[in-house]
Structures are given as structure tokens and as C-alpha cells.
């Protein structure tokens, strides 16, 4: 199938590239010269795991080209992807200004074809968009009737970051929201080769499924934080308890990690987004407000516990990991942004170190110091905060403690320090 998708982030490039590897025939649309102009030299513009290698067979196979040309992509396509961004709004509500536009740009397109075409938003949207804004826009910008001449399906993206192809090539389900039959039997061939459960709904079931979904996982991770909370004070390790409660089906292990608080530029955005929608109907959204409070409130309890061991004021804290999660140089909404502010505040003196994300938390923090390894940032130390669990912090050791001037870690992340336990004062937490 001949498909164009307009947004070339790491979505729209990895749904691309991966749809170019089942032998669609793929063009990636971005207004931007410079990433057309790597995508096309077959080098992504982002990193994420394994894209890379696959995009280079792909472009090298001519499954795949990127062009800033929309009309033209659109043209000469049977399918067009809408995959560009939904930032937030101040209130928490979507800015909904990249998806129309991109929806009016390829709507101009099929006003030059005959040929039935499918228009799939990806884009996460809130219920009704589609229905509401996206259809109009496309129907007066073609000329054309949905539902006759063109088709519409809602199909939301689960890919996180830094595994996203991987997600990509092995989904656990594909959503299928429609406008009608046909528009879901076209959508349904193109994914007729990835091995997983193909859910077909309602536009407006399959805008919800994607909000909820993530609200779920961080209301799970929400849940999690507050019973490691507790298990602190009775000396009980979470994880343990994780484990416990994992191995019923019915709840599953996922995403019962404790730990700092959740963050990156998607569930923050979407569970907010979700509460502003809900407040907007009249429905209360008592759950997912707690959700966002818990959260906010746990992204600094590690100073409070480093607290409870030393003066903060003047001490030489170590920061262990600056990026929201592992295998990312993404610090959107990372807890460490807030440790980090609140460390300043009490005149901790800070030193941080990240494998990946030092150079986008310099422009959040400035005025601390950044070190170029976890050793260095310890030396002289009178505490660490491990809040990324990198693999590389598992491998600290006595040599790394006895640099510190006062051998305490707090383990923001668990990370299983067998000998630290034995010799030092440090405390695993969660
Ligand atoms: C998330 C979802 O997992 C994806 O399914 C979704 O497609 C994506 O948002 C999106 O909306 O685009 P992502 O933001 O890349 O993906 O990150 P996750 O791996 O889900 O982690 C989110 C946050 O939760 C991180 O801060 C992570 O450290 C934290 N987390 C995760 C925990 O604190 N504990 C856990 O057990 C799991």
C-alpha cells in the first residue's frame, strides 16, 4: 500500500519505518529541510533503539522517503497518517493548531484525486476531535463526502520512548477507532501482518482508549508510591510487595515499580489533559486528581529523607541520574528537575551526572555543577540520590563510597547494592 504520513517525530518515524519494512511503499512528510534531509540519507533524527539499522534498509530498499511536500505525498498515496504533535496548553488542555492544520494540508491534497483515500489520525486527540474538527476540515477542504469518497480511522500510538520500534514491530493490541466499515478494512489490511489483537471501536472509544490508558498506568505507579511510602516507615521492601501483588492476573507486575514520582513528556500531559476534559463535562475526576497530586508530592520525598539524615544546608549532595527515564536524554517533567530545585533551595551545594541527559538539563539548571562520571560526582560527597535507574548505577562500588566524604546513598530506584548495604549507611528507598 502507498502511504504518506505527515509528522516525522519519533511516532510518525517509526510507524513509518516499520510500515516500510512490511513492504508499504512510505513517505514521511515534515516541514522541517534539515530532518527530510537525514531521513532521506537514511540516518534518523532521533534516536531510538534499533531505528537506526532499519531505517537505513529501508530508505536503501526505496520502501521509504521523507519530503517537505505534503500535497504531493498525499497525492500519490491510498493512506495519510496525521502524526504531529498535541502539546499542552497552559490550562492542561491540547493545542489542537498542529493536527488541524496538517488535516487542512492534506485535505487541499485530495481535492485533486479521485481515488478513494484514507485519512488515520494518530495524533493523541481528545474524544469527539476527530469527529468534531478533523472530519469538517477534511470534508471542506476536499469537497468530498466521508464516508464516500474518503474514509477515517482514529488509530492512537502505545510507543514509548526509547523502545518505540520495538513497540512498533510487537504491539500488544492495535486500536482501531472507525468512521464506518470500509475505513476500518483498509486500515485493518495495512496492519494485516503484525501478530496481535486488532481491536476495532467507535472514533470517539478509540481518542478515550488512548488517554485512559496512560492515566491507568500512572494511576498504577501512583498506587505503587504511596504504599512504598508506607512499607518505608514499617521497614517493608515495595518490591517485594510488587511482586506479591503482580502475580494476580488481574493486576500484573507492569509498572509497580516505585520510585521518585513518573514523568516525560506524555503522562503528565495526558492525565491532565484527561482531568481538563472531564472538568470541561461536569464529570469529576476525583481519581486522576489525586493521581497528579501523589505524584507531584513524591518527586520530592528523597530530599525529605535526606533530610531526616543530614543538614542539607551547605552539604555536597550528589544527583544520580537526570533523565525522566532510562535510555532517554529526555528530562520533560524528570523528577530530578524538582529534586534538584528544592536540593538549591535549602543550599545543597549540587552535583549532578546523567550518561545522556546533561546537556537538556543544563538549560533547565544552570548554576550547579555537572560531573562527568557517577564516581566524580561523589567524590567528597556527603550524600547521593540515585533517581534514574541507569544500568550503570548498579555497578557503583566501595571504591566509589570511599570517596565520599559521608558514605550515605539513597536509592530512589531500587538497585539491589548487596555490598553497599553491608558496609555503608545506605538506605534503599523506595
Ligand atoms: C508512555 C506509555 O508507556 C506509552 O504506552 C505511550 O505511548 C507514551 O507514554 C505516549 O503517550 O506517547 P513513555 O512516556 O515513553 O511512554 O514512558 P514510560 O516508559 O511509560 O514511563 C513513564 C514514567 O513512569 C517514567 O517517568 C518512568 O520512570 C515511570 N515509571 C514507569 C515508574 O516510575 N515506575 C514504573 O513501574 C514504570
Not at 500519490?76 to 490550562?91: C, I, R, Y
Not at 474538527?133 to 469518497?149: A, F, M, N, Q, R
Not at 529534586?339 to 546523567?354: C, G, Q
Amino acid at each position: 500500500m502507498d502511504i504518506s504520513i505527515i509528522g516525522s517525530g519519533y511516532v510518525g518515524l517509526t510507524a513509518g519505518t516499520g510500515l516500510a519494512s512490511k513492504d508499504h511503499n512510505v513517505t514521511c512528510v515534515d516541514i522541517d529541510e534539515e530532518k527530510v534531509g537525514k531521513i532521506n540519507n537514511g540516518e534518523p533524527p532521533i534516536y531510538e533503539e534499533g531505528l537506526s539499522e532499519l531505517l537505513e534498509e529501508v530508505v536503501s530498499e526505496g520502501n521509504l522517503k521523507a519530503s517537505t511536500n505534503t500535497i504531493e505525498a498525499v497525492k500519490n498515496s491510498d493512506v495519510t497518517f496525521l502524526s504531529v504533535g498535541t502539546p499542552m496548553q497552559d490550562e492542561g488542555s491540547i493545542n489542537l493548531e498542529y493536527v488541524k492544520q496538517a488535516a487542512r494540508d492534506a485535505g487541499k491534497a485530495l481535492m485533486e484525486k479521485e481515488k478513494y483515500h484514507l485519512f488515520v489520525i494518530k495524533s493523541t486527540v481528545v474524544p469527539k476531535t476527530t469527529e468534531e474538527h478533523i472530519i469538517p476540515i477534511l470534508e471542506e477542504e476536499t469537497g468530498k463526502k466521508v464516508g464516500e469518497d474518503f474514509g477515517v480511522c482514529m488509530n492512537p500510538e502505545f510507543l514509548r520512548e526509547g523502545t518505540a520500534l520495538d513497540d512498533f514491530m510487537n504491539p500488544d493490541r492495535i486500536v482501531i477507532g472507525e468512521y464506518d466499515e470500509k475505513s476500518g478494512d483498509v486500515l485493518e489490511d495495512i496492519y494485516s501482518e503484525f501478530d496481535t489483537e486488532i481491536l476495532r471501536t467507535s472514533l470517539r472509544a478509540a481518542e478515550l482508549i488512548k488517554y485512559a490508558s496512560n492515566s491507568v498506568l500512572a494511576t498504577k505507579i501512583s498506587f505503587i508510591n504511596e504504599i512504598g511510602n508506607l512499607c518505608k516507615k514499617l521497614d517493608i521492601d515495595v518490591y517485594e510487595v510488587a511482586d506479591g501483588i503482580g502475580l494476580d492476573e488481574r493486576v500484573n507486575r507492569e509498572f509497580l515499580n516505585s520510585g521518585p514520582g513518573w514523568g516525560g513528556s506524555c503522562f503528565p500531559k495526558d492525565v491532565r489533559a484527561l482531568i481538563s476534559f472531564m472538568e470541561e463535562r461536569n464529570v469529576e475526576s476525583d481519581v486522576l486528581e489525586s493521581v497528579v497530586d501523589s505524584n507531584e508530592k513524591q518527586k520530592t520525598k528523597i530530599v525529605e529523607l535526606l533530610e531526616e539524615e543530614i543538614d542539607i544546608s551547605g552539604s555536597h549532595i550528589a544527583v544520580l541520574g537526570l533523565a525522566f527515564k532510562p535510555r532517554t536524554d529526555d528530562v520533560r517533567n524528570s523528577p530530578a528537575i524538582d529534586i534538584i530545585r528544592e536540593l538549591k533551595e535549602k543550599n545543597a551545594l549540587v552535583k549532578a551526572y546523567d550518561p545522556q541527559a546533561m546537556e537538556n538539563m543544563k538549560e533547565i539548571h544552570q548554576s550547579i555543577e555537572y560531573a562527568d562520571s557517577a564516581s566524580e560526582a561523589m567524590k567528597g560527597a556527603h550524600a547521593a540520590l540515585i533517581i534514574t535507574h541507569w544500568d550503570e548505577f548498579h555497578d557503583l562500588t566501595m571504591e566509589d563510597l570511599d570517596l565520599m566524604e559521608n558514605p550515605l546513598v539513597i536509592e530512589g530506584r531500587k538497585m539491589d547494592y548487596e555490598i553497599l548495604e553491608k558496609h555503608t549507611k545506605g538506605i534503599s528507598w523506595p
